[in-house]
């Protein structure tokens, strides 16, 4: 669910290792999942999706995890760049709802 | 292809002057269109949202309000602002539910 009122966990790496974002979402109904990725001053964008009848998910450097069990989300980056820092955050929509609530957001600095 | 525009991107505004912030979407009809908030170092609030021209659904209690004049417009105003109106607000559109939403580049409001 929605965390707006709390400071965003952290996470830094090393440059090259491999990043694991984590999100914990509450509601059971919560059917389709994206993770965004927002630089500092500019708006969200998409990075990838998943839908709650899919475990996993790959796109180009990144893999979604889904663990419908626990209600647990996560992004893993490969490889990570400089470019990579950002705020990463993890977002659900409930199926025959138009709104997607995200969650509170993860600051990830790659250290050189 | 899809684009959407916000404006202005940073504003300035005194105490109890009125707000307007536009938001346009081109290349697509009938989106679903949202406004969130996000405060400095916090996660998106989402604050309204509209499925249709004339329809406009609000999340949180609040001195703002949201219109959808046409099809791919939203604009957010406020008639009197406050110091707490201050904040990052992004508008966004998404082809429906269970689909992922596309966000403009922010407008950074500071209430002085």
């Known amino acids: 669910g929605e965390s707006v009122g709390l400071h965003l966990p952290t996470l830094s790496v090393q440059e090259g290792d491999n990043s694991i974002i984590n999100c914990a979402y509450s509601?059971?109904?919560?059917?389709?999942f994206i993770w965004y990725k927002q630089e500092s001053g500019k708006g969200p964008q998409f990075i990838i999706d998943?839908?709650?009848?899919?475990d996993k998910r790959q796109g180009q450097r990144v893999t979604v995890l889904l663990n419908k069990t626990v209600k647990h989300l996560s992004l893993q980056i490969a490889a990570t760049q400089p470019g990579d820092s950002a705020v990463y955050f993890c977002?659900?929509?409930?199926?025959?709802?138009?709104?997607?609530?995200f969650g509170a957001g993860t600051t990830v600095t790659v250290r050189a | 292809s899809q684009t959407i525009h916000q404006w202005p991107a940073t504003l300035v505004q005194p105490v109890g002057s009125p707000l307007s912030l536009e938001c346009t979407v081109e290349?697509?009809?009938?989106?679903?269109l949202y406004w969130y908030r996000q405060a400095a170092g916090r996660g998106l609030q989402l604050l309204f949202y509209?499925?249709?021209?004339?329809?406009i659904s609000s999340e949180v209690p609040q001195n703002l309000s949201a219109s959808r004049p046409q099809d791919r417009q939203f604009i957010l105003s406020s008639k009197k602002l406050l110091l707490s109106d201050s904040g990052f607000y992004l508008c966004?559109?998404?082809?429906?539910?269970?689909?992922?939403?596309?966000f403009g580049q922010g407008t950074r409001l500071t209430v002085v």
């Open positions: 966004a559109w998404s082809r429906g539910e269970g689909t992922e939403a596309f």
């Open positions: 509601n059971s109904a919560s059917d389709y």
């Open positions: 998943i839908r709650s009848n899919m």
């Open positions: 977002a659900e929509n409930i199926l025959g709802d138009y709104k997607l609530s």
């Open positions: 290349g697509t009809s009938n989106p679903n």
């Open positions: 509209s499925v249709g021209i004339g329809q």
